[in-house]
C-alpha cells in the first residue's frame, strides 16, 4: 500500500524556526490561505516583541505582554507571552537573567536583544 503525503513537498522538510502555520495537500484553499495569514501575524507579533524589548531593557514576557496588549486590542496576552517564547527560540531575543517576578511573585527570566551572560553565583 502506498501512503499519501499529508504535506506538499516542501512541508515535508524541517519546518525553519519562525515559520508557524502549514496546511495539509488536502485541505481546501481557504484553509491553505488561512495558514498564510496565522503566519503574518505571528510574524508580525514577533516583530512588535523585538521592537519592545529593544526599546524597554531587559523585560519579562509578563511585561512585554501587559505592554502590547495596553496598547493594542490585537493579540491576546497569552499569545504574547507564547510568543515570546518563539522569538527567543528563533533568537531574536535572548535571556538576560532570572531575576525578573510573575505576577505570582516567582522568579522569571527577563529577555534582552544582545546576547548577555550575567553570573547570578559567584563559586
Not at 503525503?5 to 488561512?34: N, Y
Not at 523585538?50 to 514576557?61: E, I, K
Request: glycine share 4%; hydrophobic share 35%.
Amino acid at each position: 500500500m502506498t501512503a499519501i503525503p499529508l504535506f506538499d513537498e516542501p512541508a515535508r522538510q524541517k519546518v525553519p524556526i519562525g515559520e508557524h502555520a502549514r496546511s495539509r495537500t488536502t485541505d481546501p484553499s481557504t484553509s491553505r490561505a488561512a495558514a498564510e495569514r496565522t503566519t503574518q501575524g505571528a510574524k508580525e507579533l514577533e516583530d512588535a516583541i523585538v521592537r519592545f524589548v529593544r526599546a524597554a531593557g531587559p523585560v519579562t514576557r509578563f511585561q512585554v505582554a501587559d505592554a502590547l496588549c495596553a496598547t493594542s486590542t490585537r493579540w491576546r496576552n497569552d499569545s504574547v507571552r507564547t510568543a515570546v517564547s518563539r522569538a527567543e527560540k528563533a533568537r531574536r531575543i535572548f535571556e538576560y537573567d532570572r531575576a525578573g517576578l510573575s505576577p505570582s511573585g516567582g522568579a522569571c527570566m527577563r529577555y534582552s536583544t544582545q546576547v548577555e551572560r550575567v553570573e547570578t553565583s559567584v563559586l
